[in-house]
């Protein structure tokens, strides 16, 4: 039952984390490449507005999404245990494959966010591992 609560625990906190830090990448977003006055929440507009991202904009977004799966798993191993790692992984990884198939994103944006969000997730569990194994525990 400890390990149960734990587990859950931990993936509220990952998620939470990561729900936060998305949050604070979509602000940054909207204030280098904000939405249009008279934008009225279309589907259509929606896709319009992405499309016409900086190439700039979306390379820092890469950077700043690998690094909220980064210290969502992380936090979610370090609350709760691998298991919490693994599943804020799998969902996290679910939101940005519908993100990146869903929105008219460039070829290259969508190549490198799939390529560097398992890297974000990887280096999460590996530093988790790291201090666990220093205070002489396991994950």
Known sequence: MKNATRTGLGI??????AF???IAVEAFSAVVHPIPADFRGT????????????????????ILWSATALCGVWIAIRVGNLIAGITVTALLGIAIVFNVTQLPYPLWFKI???SCFPL?????????????????SDL
């Open 12 to 17: 509220v906190a990952g998620i939470g984390l």
């Open 20 to 22: 936060i830090l998305v």
């Open 43 to 62: 589907m259509d507009e929606m896709c319009q507005h992405v499309a016409r991202y900086p190439n700039w904009v979306l390379g820092v977004v890469v």
């Open 112 to 114: 490198v966010m799939l």
């Open 120 to 136: 974000g997730c990887f280096f999460g569990i590996w530093k988790a591992n790291r201090i666990a194994k220093a205070a002489g």
